[in-house]
């Protein structure tokens, strides 16, 4: 049974710790950071293709890529490590 919103007491409290607060190990890594890099390397790609500066606008592509593999792969880590849950670990048995 889940706590009902009364229950939280509106502060946060609920979510696993006493406090109410998540510590970094829980949560895992920011997936904002890859789409900050891609949407970087998309204003690259702009810049370069607006100048014809191919140089620039390769660099951007290069920049997307990486923001956008970053993105997925922060993702899934954040969701294999809110999949395993605090308490066992992940470990089975």
Known sequence: MTDSLDDQGGDGAGDGTPDGTVSAGESGPDPVIGAGLALLG???????????AHYVFNVG???AVLGAGTFVLFVALSAMRSRQGPSDGGQPG
């Open 42 to 52: 998309i204003l690259l790609m702009g810049l370069g293709g607006a100048r014809d």
């Open 61 to 63: 592509v290069l920049t």
